[in-house]
């Protein structure tokens, strides 16, 4: 199993572009969330979806934020107009309902806006 | 709201000696998980450990093992003979359990771990 991919694993960006993370979850699995890490807050839910589903994205910072799973095996977290404090690391993690309670992360994408 | 604090920022332990992480949370829910992960400098996060709060037995991992109080909201891992590889920030982490679907998890803010030579 290749586990969960995240691409890119890198990202600089000057602020007022557009960023689009992906993120491709454990195949057989029907959860998928986004966390992001910074200092100052640690690591928090962006938002997560259920068989493609969003069921909460009340972790999602502004407008400018905005997140699809258009099939089971492909999701994207986007950021339009990108600002400076956006500059975390954002990961994607994936589980699957009633087989295991464990979340299985990706590497991470490390975004720096400038 | 769940919330997990991790009182202790920063830790160090010689190599081979014994090391605790503290971790405390708040919940009204009474079936739930509980985690630590591990984060070395590649900030890949690894699951070190897991507890399901309807079991008693504390959970064990090689050299890895929690001490789980559910009355008093405790979850500390302790890591024996620690190795220079143990280096890392170590996140306890809370998700609550629900037959309709996956839940999140509720992060603490992490302990940074320094294993000495």
């Known amino acids: 199993d290749a586990g969960v991919i995240q691409s890119p694993r890198h990202e600089v960006t000057e602020m007022g572009q557009e960023v689009t993370l992906r993120c491709k979850p454990i195949s057989g699995h029907n959860s998928l969330f986004w966390y992001r890490q910074t200092m100052m807050r640690g690591l928090e839910l962006l938002i997560y979806?259920?068989?493609?589903?969003?069921?909460?994205d009340s972790g999602m910072p502004e407008d400018r934020f905005s997140a699809k799973m258009p099939n089971a095996s492909f999701s994207t977290l986007k950021i339009q107009p990108s600002e400076p404090r956006d500059s975390a690391v954002y990961f994607c993690?994936?589980?699957?309902?009633?087989?295991?309670?464990?979340?299985?992360f990706g590497p991470g994408t490390r975004l720096t806006v400038l | 709201a769940q919330t997990v604090t991790q009182s202790q920022p920063e830790m160090s332990v010689q190599e081979a000696e014994t090391v605790t992480l503290s971790c405390t949370y708040d919940?009204?829910?009474?079936?739930?998980?509980l985690f630590w992960y591990k984060q070395p400098p590649s900030r890949q996060m690894i699951l070190v450990i897991r507890?399901?709060?309807?079991?008693?037995q504390n959970a064990t991992e090689n050299r890895f093992s929690v001490n789980f109080q559910k009355a008093a909201k405790s979850f500390s891992l302790k890591i024996s003979d620690s190795q220079l590889g143990d280096t890392a920030m170590y996140f306890c982490a809370f998700m609550k359990q629900r037959n309709s679907g996956n839940t999140p998890l509720v992060f603490g803010k992490g302990t940074r771990l320094s294993v000495i030579a």
């Open positions: 507890q399901e709060a309807y079991k008693q």
């Open positions: 919940t009204s829910e009474n079936n739930y998980y």
């Open positions: 979806f259920n068989n493609n589903v969003p069921i909460d």
């Open positions: 993690a994936s589980r699957s309902i009633g087989t295991s309670d464990t979340q299985y």
